[in-house]
């Protein structure tokens, strides 16, 4: 590996840190992308001297706005709302919303960097962003949500649009505030735009399967990586973390491929069920009743409550992490790999630390990076601008088929630039930071400096 692609990517990360002081997300989400682009940079010396990393880190666009609101007290409420328009390249920027307490720019920032490219491997002609804010919307009624949605598309419905920026739900945002959202900005605009938004209710615009797609094409990515081995999921135990819609539409796939989930989790705790999760029980607690983990292990005799340790301590062959963020450290790593796991892949955005990532490529086993394998939602959102732009509504089986075709064709471009700049066709982490990042910066070159 030459000094000077390594000694470039090292002045572009100094100039990071000096810029974006404090941003801890940022800097690591970042390094990791660049970390694997050095024998990338030796094949390609056109891209140090059209500056396309100096660029690729620095947002196009980065907007914070106040978010003021009133709730049902009447008691005046401030928070902050984001959107980061990181690289338009390829087509207009598309990525979620977070509403979470946790919201920062430094978190806005990674998580669309990470779009840029988990965008780019989808082939659906999208730029990478990301948005939020630091409101949380548990425990608030139907009300407080509207008003707090309506403040927040107020701050930002000047900077987004179909053929500009599409935001979709993530954490915290799903079909109840897309709606809102949405209604609101029909309102300001005066235009009824289906397309300015993904995740839209069926009857005004919305796509079949896009609920299930990240849990859907987690499962399909998985599945592509065990067949390199010559092994399925058939009988295979696996570890799930969450139970959102990531979590429970990926234990839903499992099941009808023949695996057995065991686990499942949320802020109060994590559940292990030795015969297997029960999917409909689960269903009905946390989309029906919004309740808790404890509330299925009342029902449910063969599982198990935990609030401490982690699902990463039960032996699996198979892990699938689906909550959040840095959910996976490097203790939690050496656990799964004692116990024998045989793959991890990502349905949370960046689930596993730095020190966790190091512990899975040092040994044998198959990791799947977020980028990679959750790009299943955003695959399906594209498809929902396709038939919003053409006035269509796919059947369920078509999307299906067009989704699994996209996480095929996402585990091959991985393993071919893996095999490129590595030698070795299982390296998917370096597979798919070169595969999206090449796809970009051959882009960005013909466009210009711009």
């Known amino acids: ?13 100094r100039e990071l840190a000096v810029r974006n002081p404090g941003e801890k997300e940022f800097h690591e989400a970042v390094t990791g992308v660049l970390d694997s682009l050095a024998p990338v940079l030796e094949q390609h010396p056109e891209y140090r ?21 009133v709730d049902d007290d009447g008691v005046y409420r401030i928070n902050r709302g984001y959107r980061v328009q990181f690289n338009s390249t390829l087509g207009p920027i598309k990525g979620g919303l977070r509403f ?6 430094s978190i806005v920032k990674f998580l669309g960097f990470e779009q840029i490219f988990k965008n780019a491997l989808t082939a659906q002609q999208i730029g990478g962003g990301k948005g939020g804010s630091d409101f949380d919307p548990h425990g608030r009624s139907d009300n407080e949500i509207m008003r707090f949605c309506q403040s927040f598309m107020t701050g930002l419905y000047r900077h987004v649009g179909s053929k500009v920026d599409i935001p979709a739900g993530d954490i915290g945002v799903g079909g109840r505030e897309i709606g809102y959202l949405f209604g609101q900005y ?5 235009s009824f735009e289906a397309g300015m938004i993904t995740g839209k209710g069926l009857g005004w615009g919305g796509s079949l399967i896009r609920t299930e797609a990240t849990g859907y094409g987690l499962v399909a990515f998985t599945r592509e990586m065990l067949q390199t081995r010559g092994e399925d999921f058939e009988g295979q135990t696996v570890s799930v973390s969450g139970s959102g819609n990531v979590a429970i539409y990926s234990i839903e796939k499992l099941l009808a491929l023949g695996a057995k989930p065991v686990t499942f989790s949320d802020s109060s705790g994590w559940v292990y069920d030795a015969e297997g999760v029960d999917l409909e029980l689960l269903k009905e607690i946390k989309d029906v009743r919004r309740g808790r983990v404890a509330d299925y292990v009342k029902e ?5 409550l935990h609030t401490d340790g982690a699902v990463w301590d039960v032996p699996v062959d198979v892990a699938l992490p689906c909550a959040t963020q840095y959910e996976i450290d490097g203790d939690h790593a050496r656990t799964l790999v004692k116990n024998g796991v045989k793959a991890v892949a990502e349905g949370a955005n960046m689930p596993t630390d730095a020190e966790g990532i190091e512990v899975f490529e040092a040994v044998d086993l198959l990791y799947g990076p977020g980028k990679a394998a959750n790009a299943g939602g955003v ?20 999307i299906a088929d067009r989704l699994d075709s996209i996480m095929q064709d996402i585990h091959r471009q991985c ?8 030698g070795r066709p299982d390296d998917y982490v370096v597979g798919s930071n070169a595969a999206g990042f090449v796809r970009v910066a051959e882009a960005m070159l013909d466009q210009g400096v711009v």
């Open 49 to 69: 001297d059209f500056a396309i990393l100096e660029r690729i880190v620095e947002p196009e666009r980065m907007i914070h706005f106040r978010v003021p609101w």
């Open 186 to 190: 029909k309102r300001l605009v005066g």
């Open 300 to 304: 449910r005799p063969s599982a198990e």
């Open 379 to 398: 695959a399906v959102s594209a498809l929902e601008m396709q038939q919003n732009s053409a006035r269509q509504s796919w059947t369920r089986e078509d």
């Open 100 to 105: 979470h307490p946790t919201v920062s720019a």
């Open 415 to 422: 393993v071919e630039a893996s095999e490129k700049y590595t």
């Open 1 to 13: 590996m030459s000094s000077t692609a390594n000694d470039y990517i090292e002045s572009v990360r």
